[in-house]
């Protein structure tokens, strides 16, 4: 494994998510209004920043286990497709075990689930896209059978 070429994928995975992230707040101020219909389930917002060096902390530790498990997964020459494959594979995981079940724990709405769901989705689908692209060259390009997203 290429620790330089995995740092490129980790610096821009992390740029990706972040700036998708941002851009959705931006882009859907109806998410925004739908979190703060929750005020006793949602921390502040001057609490919420208060906590806010755990979660990115938490975030940059995901995308590197993702960029490893990108790099240990998929052989040089993949192309793009292996990347929206493991950002697919990565997003659903993430709406089936945060989105899904904080409707299922938590006292909110089905719209705002909605909102997470497909964000978070999006959001992990594009961090596959720089890692695909990053770590591409790291090794001789792949001969032989490509691996399938799902199994066949």
Known sequence: ????????????????YFAFGFAMFAALPAMKSEFMKYPD????????MKMMPFGMIAILISIVVVAVLYAKLYPVGSGIAPGLCLGALIGI?????????NYVNL??????????????????????????????????????RMPSCLPS
């Open 107 to 144: 006292n909110i709405g089905l719209k705002l689930t909605v909102y997470q769901g497909i964000s978070y989705f999006i959001q992990w689908l594009i961090v596959g896209q720089p890692l695909a692209s990053s770590t591409s060259q790291s090794r001789k390009p792949f001969q032989g």
């Open 93 to 101: 995981f993430s709406v089936c075990t945060f989105v899904i079940h």
């Open 1 to 16: 494994m290429n620790y330089a070429r995995l740092a490129l994928a980790f610096l821009g995975a992390t740029v990706a």
């Open 41 to 48: 389930v949602y921390r502040s917002k001057d609490s919420m």
